[in-house]
């Protein structure tokens, strides 16, 4: 068949009506017979557009509630005939069908009832059946159909007609792009249904996004990257805005992701919270009765580290705040939401990012973390994990005090965020020194405090800021050398895991050292 295809005969029939009035214009202005369905038909009639409904061509009215309107053959014929088979269009020809050219279509808004948490029942009705099949169909015969799944291609399409028909560049795009539209539409149906009938591990599994940006590169220039959301309604880093500041590369996401989640453990109507994060792992938390309080005190633990980091808040951005932020050179400031003069106040600083997220991410959410490994994909649930007061056991002859048991659930909920081995020294609401991602835990310890010892220096402070802290480790000791590492940092109380063969003998050295210790139960591995 020659190329471009002209069309004549076009299908629209849209949930999303963005648009559709002028595209349906448009098409009629090129002399274009339009058909269409229930609601699409009415909005197009009356904008003074002549329509053809598709029972009129079917012969048949559509029945059970609008389930049934398009699959018949009158309709999928039309779109599947290919014009290049003389043997398809007798077919057509015999059947008093007319070919399909163009099908603009897009689906039952599943995903958005999905995300403002309707029932079960409504939830069901919005899974549309015609709509795929159409769609795929018009894809799977792109030589001859232009199939248009997304308002946005719509000016496009409507300029290569008016020079003539669609080209087979554009349909065999357009066809790539409905297969994906229906990929994830799927993919987001069957992850709701396999949540619904409490299957942790479907034989199969599928993960779909929405692109909302590409990205320069990725880690490195020389990696390819784009930036997607999902159909999960958990706000995020991927539901932000942003303010002001030059486009987030593929690290300031991840890292902004890392801030989010751990300054959301930290509920704002308890205190104010700060995460400061550099390569995805904290190197300065802290509470505070103020945001500006709260970023003083993380900043001390590791103000060089600090430096192009990304700083998370619990509450909105104040103009108190935001002048202490903007002191040093920051990458990206995220927060539920942000007054007009701390805008201000960082709209100084024209690269600076700026996100606000209407809200705190839930730690407590359900969800799934997924890594991909070479040939398949590593799936889990996420780590939702938290302590319970009453889950603790104090395992030493000496409990924590009330100060240091305040100091360890704090510690213990930055060590969550903090990749493995993790080692967390905190006082007074704040962190005093962090060793992350270290092969050996006895290094985590040593790595911290001597981070606690340069981080005291810097503030012109005699002595670490280690001493006097309390320390949690992410996982069981599996020696006594790490909490003799930490004893001889300063720290007086630990949190662990338990569960070590050695338990023991770590018990013991801490009771040698007169430290109180406590178990949790639960690790927080994080690779």
């Known amino acids: 068949m020659t190329d471009p295809v002209p069309v004549r005969r076009a299908l629209v ?22 058909l ?36 018949h ?24 069908i007319a070919p399909i050219d163009l099908l603009a279509i897009n689906l039952y808004p599943f995903e958005a009832t999905l995300a403002r948490g309707a029932a079960f029942d409504e ?16 894809a799977k015969n792109h030589a001859s159909v232009a199939v248009l799944v997304d308002p946005a291609d719509y000016a496009g399409v409507i300029a290569e007609i008016a020079a003539g028909g669609t080209r087979a560049e554009t349909r065999r795009r357009l066809a790539a792009k409905a297969f994906a539209r229906t990929a994830a539409y799927d993919a987001a149906i069957s992850r709701w249904f396999a949540a619904e009938v409490g299957e942790a591990t479907p034989t199969w599994i599928s993960f779909a996004g929405t692109l909302i940006e590409e990205l320069r590169y990725g880690e490195n220039p020389h990696q390819r990257a784009a930036f997607y959301r999902c159909a999960d309604a958990r706000t995020g880093v991927a539901t932000a805005r942003q303010l002001q500041g030059k486009a987030l590369s593929y690290n300031n996401i991840n890292d902004t992701d890392a801030a989010l989640e751990l300054v959301a453990e930290f509920d704002p109507a308890v205190s104010a919270a700060v ?40 509450r909105a951005l104040d103009a108190e705040a935001a002048r202490a932020i903007v002191e040093i050179f920051t990458e990206v400031i995220v927060a ?44 889990q649930s996420r780590d939702a994990g938290r302590l319970e007061l009453g889950a603790l056991k104090v395992v030493t002859r000496r409990a924590p005090s009330e100060r240091e048991l305040s100091d360890l659930l704090f510690a213990w909920r930055v060590a969550k965020h903090v990749k493995s081995n993790a080692i967390v020294y905190a006082k007074d609401g704040a962190t005093a020194g962090i060793g992350a991602g270290q092969m050996s835990r006895v290094d985590s310890a040593r790595i911290a405090a001597l981070k606690s010892a340069e981080a005291a220096e810097a503030a012109g402070l005699a002595r670490p800021l280690a001493e006097g802290s309390v320390v949690a480790s992410d996982a069981f000791f599996p020696f006594a050398d790490g909490l003799i590492a930490a004893a001889a940092a300063g720290a007086t109380a630990v949190i662990q895991p338990g569960g070590s063969m050695r338990d023991e003998e770590v018990i013991a050295a801490a009771d040698e050292k007169g430290l109180a210790m406590v178990f949790t139960g639960m690790r927080h591995f994080r690779h």
Do not use: W
């Not at 106040?345 to 991909?372: E, F, Q």
């Open 336 to 379: 539920p939401e942000a007054t007009p003069e701390a805008i201000e106040i960082v709209a100084a600083r024209k690269n600076l990012r700026l996100l606000v997220t209407g809200g705190l991410p839930d730690p407590a959410a359900p969800g799934l973390a997924v890594r991909s490994v070479a040939g398949g994909l590593l799936v």
């Open 36 to 71: 269409s369905t229930g609601g699409t038909a009415l909005v197009l009639k009356e904008a003074g557009l002549a329509v053809t409904d598709v029972a009129t061509v079917t012969g048949f009215p559509e029945m059970l509630d609008g389930r049934v309107k398009t699959l």
């Open 13 to 34: 029939s849209v949930s999303d009506k963005t648009g559709i009035v002028d595209f349906a214009r448009a098409l009629a202005g090129q002399g274009i017979e339009i």
């Open 123 to 138: 939830c069901i009705e919005n899974i549309d059946i015609g709509g795929p099949a159409m769609i795929r169909a018009a």
């Open 73 to 96: 053959p009158r309709v999928h014929g039309g779109l599947l005939a290919d014009r290049a088979k003389p043997g398809h269009m007798a077919a057509l020809a015999a059947h008093g």
């Open 275 to 314: 995460a400061i994060i550099k390569h995805a792992n904290p190197c300065g938390v802290a509470v505070g009765p103020s945001l500006k309080d709260a970023y003083t005190k993380a900043l001390r633990c590791d103000p060089v580290s600090a430096f192009g980091g990304v700083v998370a808040l619990n």
